[in-house]
C-alpha cells in the first residue's frame, strides 16, 4: 500500500461552501472494501442523511468487485458513517437548519488499512459564487503558464 488512494467529490467543492469538515468511518462489506483499493468509487452523486440516529451516505456508487462471486454487493446501497455521538449531534442540529447539508467530499484509505469518508457541513453556492470560482480557477492556471516560462 505505498500509493495513497484518494479519490475526490470535485463537483462538491464547486456546488457549496464547505463550512466544517469531519472524517468518518463507513461500515462496509468484504468485496466493497476491496473494490475501493482497486479505485471503483464514484462520490458525484452522493449525499448524506439521518434516517433515525445513524447518518448513512446515499448513492456512493462502488462498483462490484470483479473476483466476487455471488457474495458480491450492490453498487448502489446505503452504508453507515461512523462518527462521534457529539459529532453526529452536532451535524444533526446545523443539517436541520435551512439551507446546510451535509455532503461527501473525498474517499481514501487510512494508514491503517480502513476506508474513510471525508465529510463537510456545506452551504449552498449561488451562481454568481459558481462563476467567481470559475474566474478564480482560471487565473491560477494562467499564473501558472506564466510562471513556467
Do not use: W
Not at 455532503?103 to 465529510?119: D, M, N, Q, T, Y
Request: proline share 1%.
Amino acid at each position: 500500500m505505498n500509493e495513497q488512494l484518494y479519490i475526490k467529490n470535485k463537483k462538491a467543492y464547486f456546488e457549496y461552501h464547505i463550512l466544517d469538515e469531519y472524517t468518518a468511518g463507513i461500515k462496509l462489506l468484504g468485496t466493497e472494501i476491496k473494490s475501493i483499493r482497486d479505485g471503483k468509487a464514484n462520490l458525484n452523486d452522493a449525499f448524506c442523511t439521518f434516517i433515525s440516529d445513524q447518518l448513512y451516505v446515499r448513492n456512493l456508487h462502488i462498483s462490484e468487485y470483479s473476483h466476487g462471486s455471488f457474495y458480491n454487493h450492490e453498487a448502489k446501497r446505503d452504508r453507515v458513517l461512523l462518527l462521534n455521538k457529539k459529532e453526529l449531534k452536532k451535524l444533526r442540529t446545523r443539517s436541520e437548519e435551512k439551507g446546510f447539508t451535509i455532503v461527501p467530499l473525498a474517499l481514501f484509505i487510512s494508514e491503517r488499512g480502513f476506508a474513510k469518508l471525508k465529510i463537510g457541513l456545506a452551504q449552498g453556492k449561488k451562481t454568481f459564487d459558481k462563476r467567481e470560482t470559475m474566474k478564480e480557477r482560471d487565473t491560477k492556471i494562467e499564473l501558472s503558464r506564466v510562471m513556467k516560462r
